[in-house]
Nanobody, 126 residues
Framework: VQLQASGGGSVQAGGSLRLSCAASGRPFGENPMGWFRQAPGKEREFVAAITGRGGSAYSADSVKGRFTISRDNAKNTVYLQMNSLKPEDTAVYYC????????????????????WGQGTQVTVSS
């Protein structure tokens, strides 16, 4: 199983980026997928998650109203649309996928995800 993240880059504050994460090796359509990020010197933190079949989406308070997670199960891909980017959004962004269905209450926990992408750098300048 592989998760391939792409779409990172450098933008000015207020700009937008769209991250993609394509999964291969097995289908994840029934299982949750998520995005986390890690800034230098900080722990990896939850950004957003989406349940299997895209029924529900959840996001951290710090990105609510600016970031949107979505998925295309036909392509086995999850997306993160990031708008109104701020310098504090600068981090390496990681996608993740769970091998099983999970209760929505735990989707923000790193421990429930079994597979991780390699990370893609997002840099926002002021």
């Amino acid at each position: 199983v592989q998760l391939q993240a792409s779409g990172g880059g450098s933008v000015q504050a207020g700009g937008s980026l769209r991250l993609s994460c394509a999964a291969s090796g097995r289908p994840f359509g029934e299982n949750p997928m998520g995005w986390f990020r890690q800034a230098p010197g900080k722990e990896r933190e939850f950004v957003a998650a989406i349940t299997g079949r895209g029924g529900s989406a959840y996001s951290a308070d710090s990105v609510k109203g600016r970031f949107t997670i979505s998925r295309d199960n036909a392509k086995n891909t999850v997306y993160l649309q990031m708008n109104s980017l701020k310098p504090e959004d600068t981090a390496v962004y990681y996608c993740a996928a769970s091998s099983t269905r999970r209760a929505s209450v735990v989707l923000g926990s790193r421990s429930i995800y079994d597979y991780w992408g390699q990370g893609t750098q997002v840099t926002v300048s002021s």
